[in-house]
């Protein structure tokens, strides 16, 4: 079956930077385009970027452009999300997800697979 296991989150201090993998399997991962979202306490799931299959084409939600990068290894069946200049409103869960289309489509509901999610906490 598909699974998707994110890794990689912690607590870091308010400036600090994380790197989020999210390793796929059960699918065939070059055909999905793959995306990060996020939920804090008492908030909806938002959308933080994705990233198409060939790796060339990103979109970002605007609370994360210039701070965070999406990118993607189809040999690993892997995608990343390099988070910097982290900030304790970036506090939430964060969770890939697949979306069997050929554009990004930055909502939730779109999205076939989902991980489990890993937390990141900033401190200020």
């Known amino acids: 079956q598909v699974q998707l296991v994110e890794s990689g989150g912690g607590l870091v201090q308010a400036g600090g930077s994380l790197r989020l993998s999210c390793a796929a399997s059960?699918?065939?991962?070059?055909?999905?385009?793959m995306g990060w979202f996020r939920q804090a306490p008492g908030k909806e799931r938002e959308f933080v970027a994705a990233?198409?299959?060939?790796?060339?084409?990103?979109y970002y939600a605007d609370s994360v452009k210039d701070r965070f990068t999406i990118s993607r290894d189809n040999a690993k069946n892997t995608v990343y999300l390099q988070m910097n200049s982290l900030k304790p409103e970036d506090t939430a869960v964060y969770y890939c997800?697949?979306?069997?289309?050929?554009?990004?489509?930055?909502?939730?509901?779109?999205?076939?697979?989902w991980g489990q999610g890993t937390q990141v906490t900033v401190s200020s």
């Open positions: 997800a697949a979306d069997r289309t050929i554009v990004i489509r930055p909502t939730a509901r779109n999205y076939d697979y």
């Open positions: 059960g699918l065939t991962f070059s055909m999905y385009v």
């Open positions: 990233v198409r299959q060939s790796g060339s084409s990103t």
